[in-house]
């Protein structure tokens, strides 16, 4: 059949063939318009509170190292032994010959620092999530989102067979109405037409910080015979005791029935886990496909993980000083007048508005010894461009005024506070 509006052909290349990549220099081109272009800034120094890039030393809050794991003593020592011990690699995925003693040890440390029966850890927290959501749903389930989960979770919904409807961003009662509809319609007697329904939630929304109304979520859940997974990337070793999560701080142990963590942001180290119910990790062990298609970790990173929970365990003081910094960082911020917007935790978004004002005062802050990394469309809506910080437990009082000062003078130089 002709088509009426064809593609146009490819550009020439270098060698005069058609160069079938050209479309990629466009869309370049295009995000540089749009000030969205993001390049990466190469740090060459240690991850930490202060950071080399491009040749300067910078006072960094634009890590998830929460807790200042990533250069701990006891982390460092781990992984160094574990590399003498057991080499570098793992050399195969978990089922056929990368089952580590150290893997084992460390998910049963963490069913237990969880207070689930098992645990099972996978690559990343983005792999967990995209290697749960379509394994335990089908066809004959129902997924519940909210609107601003993250994209891993968006992505493990797409590799599902499962319908899915997304519910207004932490609007509870939205929900229940959607629960309702979902789990009494089609079946004469009112039963659920669902052999699942799963509502998925963000404990922590890693863009604007806020934490998820996880009581109302799980009420309405149990209200509908619903199980709930959360995935606490940004509330592991940020909320509840020790750093536990939200199901911890919340006092809702045993009725969240999946818990997902990361290992790559307050554990310092890289990995997320899944904690849960036996049968739960019994069936990710034979069907989750990152799982099972993936290398596992190297023992260093699985005894670098193991340590960080030990530490995260024997030195509270470590959290403490986390939300000390929070707490002094927010109200700081707000007394200059920034926006904040809805943030209760660490992640503390400084609105900008449009991309390039966020570009701009990014840059500016560069330039002050800060280093602070704007956040754009599409990661949030394009009016809601923001500088995204995260102060951390290694950050010192010092480090903080430095920083305030920093924001004081941009934000008056680009209007954005009263002088
Ligand atoms: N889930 C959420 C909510 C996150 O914020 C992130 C990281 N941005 C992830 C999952 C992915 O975690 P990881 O970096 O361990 O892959």
Redesign the pocket.
Known sequence: MADSNPTPAPKPGPAGRPEPLAFLGDELAALRERNLYRPMRVMSSAQGPIVSVDNARLISLSS?DYLGLTHHPRLREAALNAVRDFGVGSGAVRTIAGTLALHEQLESELAVFKGTEACLTFQ??????TGVIPTITGETDLIVSDAL?????IDGMRLSRAPRVVYPHADVEALRALLQEAATKGRPDGSSPYRLILVVT?????MDGDIAPLPGIVEAAEAFGAAVMV????ASGVLGRNGRGSVDHFGLEGRVAIQ?G????AVGV???YVAGSQDLRDILVQRARPFLFSTSHPPAVAAACLEGIRVMQDEPELIERLWANTRRFKAELTRLGFDTGRSDTPITPVMMGDPATAARFSNRLFAEGIFAQPVVFPTVPMDRSRIRTIVTAAHTDQMLDQALEAFALVGRELGLVRP
């Open positions: 998830n990343s927290g983005f792999t967990a999530n989960n993250h994209a891993s979770i963000d404990g922590v929304f890693s995935d606490d990337a940004h997902i990361t290992l790559s942001k890289l990995g997320g």
